[in-house]
């Protein structure tokens, strides 16, 4: 079975959507589209590709995902399709890949046809979608494109004992998602009592969740969620809202050395 991924900055309610599974449908019948999201802000790569590496990995090989932000390409920035981990991608060679495979593709190349005008998701992303599923080689829809721009993804600072990480995400429960791994926290943290600071001294959690509900409705909690990164969340509330987060909003753990005690004389 066929399956194909959208992920786009389009008003679900916009012609676009459609217009691209009806040209997919039109030349694989029996293809299944799924929408990632179309929520995405606009041009924001960095919070597509968040959702896009979350996600493809839950989907069976060779699925084909299509990336529909920031598309428009130039001579730098071409239109690509791109094997990797045994799945597919097409889109726009714009830095988006950087943030979400985390080593060199199988393969990667050019896709044939660049003047798609204002709409290539339809003239191009959805006809190499099929020519995918139809079992072409990429070399047969492309000219070899080995070197991928890559953008640096924001990585938290650290400064000792003192991780400063910023918001990446804020999810529909208006929860915020940090660039800061349970990796990372760990490898810094070693154990030690910490206090996570968010925006300010005057917010601080001191302690980690496994499960929002381990918090009563209503009060600030952290916990690392699914995809492995800290999470700051109200359980049964709106935390981005009460703490006036947004993507970029910083948020700091500091570690300090536990307490000893000290033997009577």
Known sequence: ??????????????????AVKGRILSQCP?????????????????????????S??????NTVHIIAVR???????????????????IGTDNGVFGLILDGKPQESVRLENQNTGSFPELNAFAVAACDII?????????????DLFRQV????????GTINGSIIYIDSYRNAITNISRELFGQIGKGRPFEIFIQSNYFRISKLNE?????????????????????IAMYEGNA????????SSSVRVKFSEPKTRKNKQ
């Open 240 to 247: 981005a809202g009460l703490l006036n987060l947004d993507v």
């Open 56 to 61: 493809y990995l839950h989907f069976p090989e």
């Open 211 to 231: 499960k929002y509900h381990e918090t009563s409705s209503g009060e600030i909690l952290a916990l690392f969620n699914s995809t492995g990164f800290l999470e």
């Open 153 to 160: 993804p924001m990585l938290p600072a650290i400064d000792e």
């Open 71 to 89: 598309s428009e390409c130039d001579a730098g920035h071409p239109h690509v399709a791109v094997h990797y981990n045994n799945h597919f991608f």
């Open 30 to 54: 029996g293809t299944t589209i799924v929408d990632i999201s179309h929520k995405i802000p606009a041009f924001n790569i960095t919070q597509a590709a968040y959702l896009l590496r979350s």
């Open 134 to 146: 139809l079992n072409k080689r990429l070399t047969e829809i492309g000219s070899k494109h080995p």
């Open 1 to 18: 079975m066929a399956i194909v991924t959208l992920i786009s900055d389009w008003n679900k309610d916009d012609y676009y959507v459609a």
